[in-house]
């Protein structure tokens, strides 16, 4: 790899608009140089039903000012939080709004930047009555320059408008609906529709930072890791900016060409194992240890391993300087004929579709819950698991790198139709922001450019999976999760891994366990043959199933025909297995039973998960947890992998 020793120059405004695309979003952490505040807490709240907001100028202060206003608890999702069911269903404008303090040493030596983890789905941000910034999207964070807007030394007053509609040029798309006949529906009655099946949770949904940085700081880094034998490599390029007015000034070239980087790799004891001066360029480590999957790891060696990436910025004519510490993993992840590659090793994922979804809180991140779900994900042997379908919060994914859980990285993509210029831009534009918010993330293995479109041939998956490529600097494999019939017009070339959901068993042949030893394996060998024998992974199966309903012989929603429907699948992946197809990987549907609209062919929510929604498990997971450890140790022979004491032998 070639990696010019220069300095990315990026001069930024002292106010506007969030920072999106290639200007970097590196997730805000203290150093020498930087200070983070919280904003998180209970904000006041308001639903704007008779859209009064913006004509009342409810941004101008703190919401109480202007009316009743509810207590809304940051991060959440507003949905379930109230008893009022018309907010719950509520689709369109809401607003929120908070009091903080500023410190007066952040005036004259900070840039004081405003960051939302995520606000789904359109987002209008004031400050003390200031608009900053807006944003679109659900899922990916942004922020502004908010220091032109502050007062500091003094309270100052954040305001949200937030709405939550979905139209065919949103990604996920969405339509509304708005029946006139006052005879059969009140008046503003209106009908928001989708085609996915999980609840349309809306709110601020992740963390909202303040926090500060150098006016020379650093602004993006990018690393990618390669090793050989025991010689760890990391390229990596940093772009440091400096204040836009600046790019006026006669001695600027010089005054940048004094601003210079020191990059060092710390162990995970805090001790230096490579350094050097330059914002771009290439360090060694030596006796490297690699990240690996969990329970992928040779014998001796952990899973997981995180080093550190210090970068310090220091202007030499204004003595300022910036401190940025990053965790990484040095691995490798690779398509290699039919294979797929961890560390040059082939890799079989054994894991779930999930989703973010609690109780009352909505998608709302809660450490409690991220750090229950993933001990529950390492209690049964699994090592990977999706995204679905939508980017998860960065939090959830310093847990996966940490604990060696390989992530398949998904847009919000689902089910797009009437895939026409606009919209192809508008899913461009989120695999940009996507890739350039995970690029570093040592867990993030895959991306998925989206989920069971309606028609490959109006997605033009080829365009998406090319731009994804060229902003990835690590060229990660790139795959499209396919729900549609097996077609040999339906393979994308570029496409890297065939990944399928299928329910055989379940949509079709309702309770016909017998068929999924012939259909899946029919299936995996046609996409297989179709794709010039590219991997094919099994992205979604499984079945509905109400806790603690039970019926011998087995019968459709019990316990006992999922645990049923489980064995007929497993089967079926072993002979695959065996006979060495392209085949390389199952993921269940679901990890957890989570909420969907209301339905009449649904008592609550989606059943399938095998733990409920309270994270209690079913039956199926002890069947799944004695397959997956099983797999653990059938899959990695050099490594010393112990079956747990309490492992039920169902399988």
Not at 403 to 411: R, T
Not at 544 to 557: I, K
Request: one cysteine or more; proline letters at 5%.
């Amino acid at each position: 790899m070639n990696f010019a020793l220069r300095i990315s120059i990026v001069f930024f405004a002292w106010g506007g608009g969030g920072v999106l695309g290639g200007g970097g979003i590196l997730y805000p952490r203290e150093s020498e140089s930087r200070e983070v505040v919280s904003l998180d807490g209970i904000w006041e709240f308001r639903a704007d039903y008779n859209h009064a907001g913006f004509k009342k100028r409810w941004f101008m202060g703190p919401l109480s000012q202007s009316g009743h206003t509810e207590m809304m608890p940051v991060p959440s999702s507003w949905n379930d939080i109230t008893q009022s069911k018309k907010l719950r269903d509520h689709v369109g404008w809401v607003w929120y709004s908070t009091t903080f303090f500023v410190p007066k040493r952040w005036k004259d030596k900070t840039r004081t930047w405003l960051r939302f983890g995520s606000a789904n789905r359109w987002a209008d941000v004031w400050i003390n009555g200031h608009h900053l910034m807006n944003h679109s999207g659900g899922y990916l964070p942004f922020e502004g320059d908010a220091g032109q807007y502050l007062k500091f030394g003094d309270n100052n007053v954040v305001v949200v408008a937030l709405n939550n509609t979905l139209t065919q040029a949103t990604i996920p798309q969405g339509t509304l609906s708005y029946p006139n006949d006052t005879s059969r529906y009140p008046s503003g009655y209106t009908v928001q529709s989708y085609n996915f099946d999980y609840f349309n949770y809306a709110g601020l949904h992740r963390p909202v930072l303040l926090h500060t940085t150098p006016k020379i700081y650093l602004s993006d880094l990018s690393i990618i890791t390669d090793f050989d034998g025991h010689e760890g490599r990391v390229y990596y390029t940093a772009s440091v900016s400096f204040p836009t007015e600046w790019e006026n000034y006669v001695n600027f070239a010089e005054h940048s060409q004094q601003t210079n980087c020191h990059v060092a790799v710390l162990d995970a004891s805090g001790v230096t194992v490579a350094s050097r001066h330059g914002c771009s360029g290439l360090l060694t480590i030596p006796n490297v240890k690699l990240w690996w999957p969990h329970l992928s790891q040779p014998k001796g060696e952990g899973s997981g391993y995180l080093y550190t990436f210090q970068t310090t910025i220091l202007s030499n004519t204004t003595l300022e300087f910036d401190v940025y510490r990053l965790k990484f993993g040095v691995r490798t992840a690779k398509v290699d004929g039919s294979q797929f590659l961890v560390n040059g090793k082939p890799f079989y994922f054994r894991g779930f579709g999930r989703h973010e979804d609690y109780s009352i809180r909505g998608r709302g991140v809660d450490p409690v819950m991220l750090v229950k779900d993933h001990n529950l994900l390492l209690w049964t042997g699994a090592n990977s698991y999706r995204t679905s379908h939508y980017p998860y919060a960065e939090e959830i994914l310093d847990l996966t790198d940490a604990l060696g859980i390989v992530i398949i990285d998904e847009s919000p993509a689902i089910g797009l139709t009437g895939f026409g210029p606009d919209l192809k831009r508008e899913h461009i534009s989120v695999m940009a922001d996507l890739v350039q918010r995970d690029k570093n993330r040592a867990s993030v293995l895959m991306w998925s450019i989206g989920n069971e479109p309606k028609s490959l041939e109006t997605l033009a998956p080829s365009d998406v999976i090319k731009s994804t490529r060229a902003f990835d600097p690590a060229k990660r494999p790139i795959t499209i999760v396919l729900s549609q019939n097996f077609s040999k017009g339906d393979c994308p070339p570029s496409m890297d891994v065939v990944s399928i959901n299928r329910y055989y068993g379940w949509y079709g042949d309702t309770g016909r366990t017998e068929v999924i030893s012939l259909q899946i394996p029919t299936e995996v060998n046609l996409w297989a043959k179709t794709c010039h024998n590219k991997p094919v992974l099994i992205t979604e199966y499984g079945a509905g199933t109400v806790a603690g309903v039970h019926q011998s012989p087995s019968f459709v929603w019990t316990e006992d025909f999922q645990v049923d429907y489980l064995r007929a699948h497993f089967a079926a992946f072993d002979h695959l297995r065996s006979s060495k197809a392209q085949f390389v990987g199952e993921m269940i549907w679901n990890f957890a039973d989570f909420a969907t609209p209301q339905e009449t062919f649904r008592p609550w929510g989606c059943m399938k998960g095998v733990f409920t929604r309270e994270r209690q498990p079913k039956a199926a997971a002890h069947f799944v947890r004695a397959r997956y450890w099983a797999l653990a140790r059938q899959d990695n022979l050099t490594s010393s992998v112990q079956l747990p004491n309490d492992l039920h032998c169902f399988y």
